[in-house]
């Protein structure tokens, strides 16, 4: 299985910008689909973005629409999460996922966060209101 380090995460105010990175190793990276999630102290894990295995399908949730991106460099077993406007209610910790799919199929991201096999320990968001 892939091991996943995220990194960028921090301190910053309402209406600036993060690029949170995560790399893998262990694996062959452009093999696994990968998301990023977020949780917050006491509530659930939920699906921020995902990208499939070239980049070739994106899927947001519906409050990051616009304001976040995601990308991958396959050469450099890193997947990207660009988040701009961030908002108070966008602290969190912010976990990086992979999922085993089959080279040369475009598989859309999954939602659920039961159907990721790897998972990093993720990275701390914080935008004070």
């Known amino acids: 299985q892939v091991q996943l380090v995220e990194s960028g995460g921090g301190l910053v105010q309402a209406g600036d910008s993060l690029r949170l990175s995560c790399a893998g190793s262990g694996g062959t990276f452009s093999r696994y689909v990968m998301g990023w999630f977020r949780q917050a102290p006491g509530k659930e894990r939920d699906f921020v973005a995902g990208?499939?295995?070239?980049?070739?399908?994106?899927k947001f949730a519906d409050f990051v629409k616009g304001r976040f991106t995601i990308s991958r460099d396959n050469a450099k077993n890193t997947v990207y999460l660009q988040m701009n406007s961030l908002k108070p209610e966008d602290t969190a910790a912010y976990l990086c996922?992979?999922?085993?799919?089959?080279?040369?199929?475009?598989?859309?991201?999954?939602?659920?966060?039961?159907?990721?096999?790897?998972w990093g320990q993720g990275t701390q968001v914080t935008i004070p209101s």
């Open positions: 990208i499939s295995l070239n980049g070739e399908r994106t």
């Open positions: 996922a992979a999922r085993s799919s089959v080279p040369g199929v475009v598989e859309v991201p999954p939602r659920n966060h039961g159907a990721y096999d790897s």
